[in-house]
């Protein structure tokens, strides 16, 4: 049984079925890969799991070590120690990185601070008093929103294109904080058009047309991003869906 099980998922937009009859187990304390082409589901996927609005009705259940949690609303998952981590990460005029970082830890400690920034390449003497809004570069808020994650010690992670808009360097910051939320016992879902992404995932779900039609191994789902849609006859060109993505 994993920590989220997805159990006859299906999700229909303004008369359209996004998502197609879902079933999927989330191992516990293991780092899971979500790919497919632009338009597979694949973030609509991780919004139906936080319960972001507009994505709260659907078919089938949701649950979280072994409660159905479709009826609550996306600060009750938050509280259960789910959390999303965005593609483009939010501002926040007139809030310091410190101020972000105790709230997302849900306690006033300066030792938090500094140990995740630090976790994060970023000099706390430096970053603690910076303001989370437009001065900071997108890796730089990349890394914050991170530290952020690490500082809450969340159970369940999602994380919507990691690598969009930073650079070499920030993501390698990246890949060392997934590492940390995995020795912490905590489980992580990448959503990713990366294959340096993928490669950081214990398995792999490839979704096409709102449906998963292959998971296992990174060695399996290794070939779509060779241009195989494995099971069907989708053409995918991932590194141009990742510029698309990121552009």
Same mark, same amino acid.
């Given at each position: 049984?994993?920590?989220?099980?997805?159990?006859?998922?299906?999700?229909?937009?303004?008369?359209?079925?996004?998502?197609?009859?879902?079933?999927?187990?989330?191992?516990?304390?293991?780092?899971?890969?979500?790919?497919?082409?632009?338009?597979?589901?694949?973030?609509?996927?991780?919004?139906?799991?936080?319960?972001?609005?507009?994505?709260?009705?659907?078919?089938?259940?949701?649950?979280?070590?072994?409660?159905?949690?479709? !009826?609550?609303? *996306?600060?009750?998952?938050?509280?259960?120690? /789910?959390? =999303?981590?965005? %593609?483009?990460? $939010? #501002?926040?005029?007139?809030?310091?990185?410190?101020?972000?970082?105790?709230?997302?830890?849900?306690?006033? !400690?300066?030792? *938090?601070?500094?140990?995740?920034?630090?976790? /994060?390449? =970023?000099?706390? %003497?430096?970053? $603690? #008093?910076?303001?989370?809004?437009?001065?900071?570069?997108?890796?730089?808020?990349?890394?914050?929103?991170?530290?952020?994650?690490?500082?809450?010690?969340?159970?369940?992670? /999602?994380?919507?294109?990691?690598?969009?808009?930073?650079?070499?360097?920030?993501?390698?910051?990246?890949?060392?904080?997934?590492?940390?939320?995995?020795?912490?016992?905590?489980?992580?879902?990448?959503?990713?058009?990366?294959?340096?992404?993928?490669?950081?995932?214990?398995?792999?779900?490839?979704?096409?047309?709102?449906?998963?039609?292959?998971?296992?191994?990174?060695?399996?789902?290794?070939?779509?991003?060779?241009?195989?849609?494995?099971?069907?006859?989708?053409?995918?060109?991932?590194?141009?869906?990742?510029?698309?993505?990121?552009?």
């Amino acid at each position: 049984m994993g920590i989220v099980e997805v159990k006859d998922l299906s999700l229909a937009l303004n008369g359209e079925t996004i998502l197609d009859d879902l079933t999927v187990d989330f191992w516990e304390g293991h780092i899971h890969a979500v790919v497919g082409p632009n338009g597979a589901g694949k973030s609509t996927f991780a919004y139906t799991l936080m319960g972001l609005a507009g994505y709260r009705h659907f078919d089938g259940d949701l649950m979280f070590q072994g409660q159905s949690i479709k !009826d609550l609303g *996306i600060d009750e998952r938050a509280r259960k120690g /789910m959390t =999303l981590g965005w %593609q483009e990460p $939010a #501002r926040y005029e007139g809030l310091s990185v410190a101020q972000f970082l105790q709230a997302a830890a849900r306690r006033d !400690d300066q030792a *938090i601070v500094t140990d995740v920034l630090e976790k /994060m390449g =970023l000099d706390p %003497q430096i970053y $603690a #008093r910076r303001a989370v809004d437009a001065t900071l570069s997108g890796g730089e808020r990349k890394k914050i929103e991170m530290a952020s994650i690490l500082a809450m010690h969340a159970k369940f992670v /999602m994380l919507d294109e990691p690598d969009s808009g930073i650079d070499v360097s920030s993501l390698q910051h990246i890949f060392q904080a997934l590492k940390f939320l995995k020795d912490g016992g905590a489980t992580v879902v990448l959503i990713t058009h990366s294959l340096s992404v993928l490669e950081q995932a214990d398995h792999a779900f490839l979704f096409c047309g709102g449906r998963i039609v292959d998971k296992g191994s990174i060695e399996k789902i290794r070939p779509y991003f060779e241009g195989n849609c494995l099971p069907c006859d989708h053409q995918n060109n991932p590194e141009s869906e990742a510029k698309e993505s990121n552009s």
